[in-house]
């Protein structure tokens, strides 16, 4: 992965005046650093449930919780909880080393028998892994010293990425066995770098540094996480002092405060797109090319967004692996408005239809459907917007039921076309809305091919086939604007995740 190594930097950040939290006028004085974060928390098992695969919350998970491997900033894969990885020569094993000397925040040791149960529950379908496709591939999970091992029912090439992505934390065997999911849910321990103290659901996480943490004790003793879902709330929190790190502000905001306080605005792996569902209008191929075609992407980032974002066309970025620069959907409104006079629409006679957004959870993500809607009047397409919380977005995804639009941003941050076109578009994934049996049958045989070259081909294939048709309407690739008081050092990650570990006292 290439995405952030141009981007990826350290920027001291400004200091906070003393706020509700009672925060100390020198950063250098911080015991509680206090950030406004952009979601709230559902839950606290990051391997179950629609809250597993929101990239968003991921940041908190990882703070608390370690993955099998870890992500470096620039998204680069590093041994985590797992040192050493990969297949027997035929690829009929996985091999994994486990790190001695770690302890989970109870203080009991960590072991390879944790990894063995945690893999083994992601691939169990009673457990409820959202993911649970991808885990079940594999079976006979086995423990042996610093060693655990698996057999390979079904060969998936991005097995060991999703060690690294969304479900892909070790949870500890006995503590849960013990407590049960209610009891991990009241407190949960992880082998993390900071341990929850004090949750309040849909306000906010009080996080307590681990002194053992293998990787090192983190510089911020105490962390609040406050949950502030609207955006223009965060910039007055840490305008005022009230914390002292947010992200996901509105651009021209971020443009008037990063001189006064500290910014950081980089490319991430996150992509704003909108679901097609294939129910009603959305199954004239006609009304989908015209509504991606009457959507000038420039412009919109341009005049929105500040000219923060890179306009794509297929749910790949610049630096995801199946990128094909040469698939285009152009701008073009008169075109739009043929296809929609093909199908008896036009301006005075417009297909209607509702569109879903979140608003505040991203920078201008409801004024994008705005001035989307704005632009698709102009052609002959007329749809209302429906404003819903970011979980209303997984319940009704993982139900199939989405509106026939649906805006959303989706992470990918292992770049692989599998968890972009891949989960977003093939039928029977959970997170895809689109089932139409064209896709099925050329996405499937690509799951477990093995040539790689003749993989990513495929995949290409695949989002050329889907532009071609409209089947999703890519939008822009995020950068994340994140701004923090001075005398704190924030370093981004290329995934999005906010992670406090790695922000330093300068």
Excluded at 71 to 90: F, I, R, V
Excluded at 108 to 123: C, H, I, Q
Excluded at 239 to 260: F, I, Q, W
Aim: glycine residues 8%; aromatic residues 10%; proline residues 6%.
């Amino acid at each position: 992965m290439k995405l952030s190594r141009r981007n990826l930097m350290k920027l001291s950040a400004a200091t906070a005046a003393a706020g509700a939290f009672g925060l100390p006028a020198l950063a250098q004085q911080i015991d509680e650093l206090v950030i406004a974060y952009n979601t709230t928390l559902p839950s606290w098992d990051p391997t179950t449930g629609p809250s597993a695969v929101n990239p968003t919350i991921q940041g908190i998970y990882q703070s608390v919780f370690d993955q099998f491997i870890l992500q470096q900033p620039d998204l680069s894969p590093a041994p985590g909880l797992l040192t050493e990885w990969g297949w027997n020569e035929d690829r009929t094993k996985v091999m994994m080393k486990v790190r001695q000397g770690v302890t989970w925040h109870d203080g009991s040791p960590f072991s390879a028998e944790d990894v063995a149960w945690s893999l083994a529950r992601a691939a169990d379908p009673a457990t409820g892994n959202p993911i649970n496709f991808v885990w079940s591939t594999l079976e006979n999970f086995a423990a042996d010293g610093d060693m655990v091992t698996a057999d390979v029912k079904q060969f998936d090439p991005t097995i060991f990425k999703w060690m690294y992505f969304l479900t892909g934390y070790v949870l500890p065997k006995a503590y849960y066995e013990k407590v049960g999911a209610d009891g991990f849910e009241e407190a949960p321990i992880g082998t993390g770098p900071y341990m929850v103290e004090k949750f309040e659901r849909n306000a906010f996480v009080r996080l307590k540094a681990n002194t053992n943490y293998w990787g090192g004790k983190p510089d911020f003793e105490t962390v609040t996480i406050k949950f502030v879902t609207d955006a223009a709330a965060r910039v007055a929190e840490v305008e005022s002092g009230n914390a002292h790190v947010t992200l996901e502000m509105p651009y021209e905001e971020y443009d008037r405060l990063k001189g006064t306080l500290n910014g950081v605005a980089a490319p991430i792996s996150d992509i704003g797109m909108i679901f097609l569902n294939d129910i009603d209008v959305m199954l004239d191929e006609n009304v989908r090319q015209a509504c991606a075609m009457s959507i000038d992407k420039q412009t919109i980032i341009d005049r929105l967004l500040s000219g923060y974002g890179v306009a794509i066309d297929t749910l790949q970025t610049p630096e995801y692996e199946a990128y094909d620069a040469s698939i285009k959907v152009p701008y073009d409104p008169e075109k739009a408005k043929e296809l929609l006079a093909a199908s008896g629409y036009s301006t005075d006679n417009p297909v209607k239809f509702k569109i879903q957004t979140t608003r505040g959870f991203k920078p201008k993500d409801y004024e994008m459907i705005q001035a989307i809607v704005g632009l698709w009047r102009r052609v002959g397409i007329e749809a209302e917007i429906e404003v819903y919380e970011i979980a209303k977005h997984y319940e009704l995804r993982a139900a199939d039921t989405l509106a026939p639009a649906a805006f959303y941003n989706w992470g990918n941050s292992v770049g692989d076309p599998t968890t972009s076109t891949g989960f977003a578009m093939f039928g029977p994934s959970p997170h895809s809305v689109w089932d139409g049996a064209d896709l099925i049958e050329k996405i499937g045989p690509l799951w477990g091919e093995a040539d790689e070259a003749k993989r990513i081909a495929g995949w290409k294939d695949v989002d050329r086939y889907v532009a071609e048709h409209a089947l999703v309407i890519p939008l822009l690739q995020y950068v994340q604007p994140i701004l923090s008081a001075k005398g704190v050092s924030v370093t981004p990650h290329a995934s999005g995740a906010l992670l406090p570990h790695l922000m330093k006292r300068v």
